[in-house]
């Protein structure tokens, strides 16, 4: 895992589903996220069916990888 990474340094590949942090959004400030789209205001990020705005997100970091499970 390569921890937290600044949305100013890069931003994740769209539509894939990384850990988001969201400080000054109420609620979770941990959260499981996609970048949405670009627009003018900036880069919209989607969680829980919602948009957020490119400045709730501050940072991100890859999902890690599901457990091995023995069937």
Known sequence: MEGWISVKDRLPEYKKEVIIHTPTYSGK???????DCTDNNGHNWKSDGYLLSSNSVT?????PKPPKVAI
């Open 29 to 35: 400030p941990v959260r499981i996220g996609s970048l």
């Open 59 to 63: 940072h991100w970091q890859p999902l």
